[in-house]
């Protein structure tokens, strides 16, 4: 029986060795041909080279005056992504590039930052969730071709009224860079969220799921 069964063995190895290569070969292909879907997590920086990044989370210079990511990374849901590639590139026709602070957020993170400062004023409470933990909110600014940044009246994370888009009593210089912005983010599927200047939601995004999604760091 064994003397019989050898051959068989042998043929059946064969063909698992080649039935195996070809599936790899299957799942190269597949994924350098992949269609991602408009809710898949993916990373700004895997989709385009034309965005500044100062990811203010993930170190300490920031209004928590702590780092709560692991590495600076910029991941959205893949129609966040290409909605916001389209609004750089019309910024890019105008001589300025968006510069990124914060993008999708986990909720974990979004716990931690709550654990530090528990208020819903300033940071979004968990129970809830933001769209930031949806994968659909960005916050942002412009700079010009040198790389500085645009005046917009107050810095990033800037609790105040000053932080608000009807904010009256800025010359009107700092008035058109908001509205320059918010111009070109609304024009591609976003909205803005009135007491902050630098907050854009994707309207499409708004209902998505709160997610825990993690990235990995190196
Ligand atoms: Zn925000």
Known sequence: MNFNLKPVFFFCSILFLVTC???????????????????????????????????KYANSDNFLKAKVYDCAECFLRFKTVKALIAANDSFIKMGHKIKLFDCYRP???????????????????????????????????????????????????FFGLEAAHNYPNFPQEIKDK??????????????????EWWHYNLKSALNDKVSNTKWKCD
């Open 107 to 157: 909720l974990d993170i979004q716990k931690k930052m709550w654990k530090i400062v528990p208020n819903s004023s300033y940071v979004a409470d968990p129970s809830k969730g933001s769209i930031h933990n949806r994968g659909g909110a960005v916050d942002i600014t412009l700079v010009d071709a040198t790389g500085k940044e645009l005046d917009m009246g107050t810095p990033f994370d």
């Open 21 to 55: 290569q070809s599936q790899t070969v299957k799942a190269l292909e597949s994924k350098s041909q992949k269609i991602v879907n408009d809710t898949t997590f993916v990373n700004l920086k895997n989709y385009s080279n034309d965005f500044v990044y100062d990811m």
């Open 178 to 195: 908001r509205e320059l912005l918010k111009t070109v983010m609304m024009e591609n599927g976003f909205n803005i969220f009135d007491s």
